[in-house]
């Protein structure tokens, strides 16, 4: 009999594995629902399904870059609990999904989960993932993934805290040999790391949003019109508050961490003059762990005593 997605559907939410392999165990089964959760269980890939529902807020940042820095990754792969996030286990999972988007690129995350795993093309990521939730003990979930390529530059990256936050930075260069000179890799490093550090919104002022300057400048005026100072001051105090508001928060323009008296551009400047290079920051990424989800607070006594009877 033919089966449908509505099937396959149905058999994914109630048992956490992939859609494949619902796919198949629907086929198996002449797509009895009942024999396919079975099916399922008996080859250890339903026992995902009671995890299934539990917030997984905690896990890893995680990067990969090809050897010539050409080409990095950076992966978000989220646990239920911190302890799991450390777990030789959960780390080497996560390595194994960083490497494969960095050999595979893939465009979504859909595209990913059905994707053959690289490193066993009979499995998909998504069964890979279900068995690491078995082994593991707790829910996870690939959330999210970012893939930078350089033409004509390189990629850099930066970890924090063990994968609590995650970089990914692009520079071009006009000189194909600098791409792969370490005083490069060192550059990039050092404005990953920056980038931890001081959050950025965009990469230049032109990026900014036209209405999200004008908001700011609605308040500079505002603040200023009380202190009753003339239209005209007032205008300028507002372009300087206007250049102020694209140091805080423009890449390019923020005062480099490493050293506040020289923006970043100007450090890039630096590091080009010295390599015999104009480099360009094209972009960057940057994912904190957990940024966005709802974080279930657990009063770990109250639990202990409801196990007690008390």
């Known amino acids: ?3 449908t997605a509505a099937q396959i559907n149905e058999l994914r939410k109630s048992t956490g594995a ?9 086929e198996e089964v002449g797509g009895d629902m009942e024999q396919a959760v079975d099916y399922l269980r008996k080859k250890g890939l339903a026992a995902a399904s009671k995890k299934a529902g539990r917030a997984a807020t905690e ?33 080497t999972f996560v390595k194994q999904v960083a490497d494969h988007v960095l050999q595979t ?3 979504t995350l859909e595209e990913l989960l059905a ?13 890979l993932l279900t068995e690491a939730i078995s082994v593991i003990g707790e829910n996870m979930q690939i959330r999210r993934f970012a893939a930078f390529t350089a ?12 994968g609590k936050i995650g970089v990914l930075v692009e520079v071009g260069c006009d000189n194909a040999a600098v791409a792969k000179d370490e005083r490069l890799a060192t550059f990039l490093k050092d404005v990953a790391m920056h980038t931890a550090a001081a959050s950025p919104q965009f990469l230049q002022r032109s990026e900014v949003p036209s209405d999200v300057l004008e908001r700011e400048k609605d308040i500079y005026r505002d603040k200023a019109r009380q202190t009753g100072k003339p239209e005209n001051i007032i205008e300028k ?7 102020k508001f694209y140091g805080d928060i423009c890449l390019l323009e923020q ?3 490493k050293d506040p008296d020289k923006t970043v551009q100007q450090y890039m400047a630096e590091t080009g003059k010295a390599l015999g290079s104009t480099l360009t920051l094209k972009r960057f990424t940057k994912f904190v762990l957990g940024e966005g989800l709802e974080k279930k607070e657990t009063d770990f006594a109250a639990e202990v005593a409801a196990v007690a009877g008390q």
């Open 18 to 26: 992939g859609m494949l392999d619902c796919k198949k165990a629907l």
């Open 59 to 91: 896990g890893m940042v995680a990067t990969a870059l090809t050897a010539d820095g050409s080409t990095g990754v950076l992966v978000e792969i989220n646990s239920e609990t911190d302890f799991v996030a450390k777990n030789d286990k959960f780390q």
């Open 1 to 3: 009999m033919a089966i």
């Open 237 to 243: 105090i507002i372009e300087g508050q206007a250049n």
């Open 255 to 257: 005062a480099y961490v």
């Open 105 to 107: 690129k893939p465009a």
């Open 115 to 127: 994707q053959p795993f690289a490193g066993d093309s009979a499995k998909t990521v998504q069964t």
């Open 151 to 162: 033409e004509g530059g390189a990629v850099g990256s930066y970890i924090h805290a063990g």
